[in-house]
C-alpha cells in the first residue's frame, strides 16, 4: 500500500531522506519522532500542504463537525498519518509492533484451501502491516503497488519480502500487471490491491461512500466476480503508538446472479465495511485527493 502527501502515489521525500530517517529509528524511539513531528513537522505540512483542505472538507461535509472540531481532526489526521509513515521505516529499521487480528479465522480458511483468493484494502490505515503478519506459509501474497514508489522504499520492501513469500506486482501503463494477476490467482495465490482509488484503467462504479456519491476501481470488483473469487477486506488500523488492529471482514456476493448484480453486491459489501472502519476511526482516512468529486 502507498500512502502519499505529494498526491502523487509516492512516500513522501526523496532517497536520501529515506535512508537518514531509518539509520535514525534503529536508536531513537519511535514515540520521540512523534512528538518532534507533532510539533515541529505537521504544522508546517498544514500550512503549506494543500491537502489540509481536502482533509477539513472530509470532516466538515462528510461528519458535519464544526470548523473548530474539522479544524482541529484536520490536525489528528495529518499527525496519525506522519505515525503510520514513521512505522513503516521503523520496520524497515527492525522495530516490531504489537498486531491484534479480528477475523483470522476467515483468513485462515482460505489460506488453506488451494484456490486463489483476493483481499481488498483501502488507503486507511496502516496495511502495510499486514503483509508482515497476516500470510500464509504455502500460499503466496501478491500485493498491487504503484509502480513510481521512490526506489528506497522499494528497496526495504523486497528485502523484508523476499523472506516472507510475499511478491510485490507494481502497476504499470503497458497494463503488464494484469498479466502476473491473473497468473497469481490461476496458480492458487492470494492477491491484494486497493479497491477505493482509480489506478491502472479508468473503467468505474459509481457508489455512495459516507452519504456522497463517488467513483471506485471496477477492475477488483470485475476481476473477483470473473473468476468466482472469495474476497475479504482487510484494513490495518493504528490503536496505539506501537500497536495495530487487523480487521478482516469477508465480502459477500451472489454467485448465481448476473455479473452486473455480482459486481454491484460485492462493491457495495466493500463500502459497508469502508464506513464500517471510517466509524470507529475517522481520523485514519488518507486519501489525500478529491475522493468526493
Known sequence: MDYELNGQGTTYGNSWMHLWLVRMLRVI???ALYAFVAVFVVPVCLAVNPAQRIIYSYFRDRWGLTRWRSALKTYMNFYMF???VIDKFAMYAGKRFHIDIEGYDDFQQLAERPEGF?????HIGNY???GYTLRAEKKRFNALVF???KASVMENRNRLFSKMNIRMIAVRPDMSHLFAINDALANGETVSMPADRLFG???SITLPVLGKETQLPLGPFNL???RSLEVLAVNVMK???KRYKIHVKPLCYDKTATRKEQIQQLASSYVNELERMLTKYPEQWYNYFPFWK
Not at 118 to 122: C, F, I, N, T, W
Open 29 to 31: 524511539p519511535v514515540r
Open 128 to 130: 502495510e502491516i499486514a
Open 82 to 84: 506522519a505515525q503510520v
Open 147 to 149: 509502480g513510481g514508489e
Open 201 to 203: 484503467s479508468t473503467k
Open 118 to 122: 483476493m483481499q481488498l484494502s483501502a
Open 224 to 226: 473477483a466476480t470473473m
Open 239 to 241: 490503536t496505539a503508538s
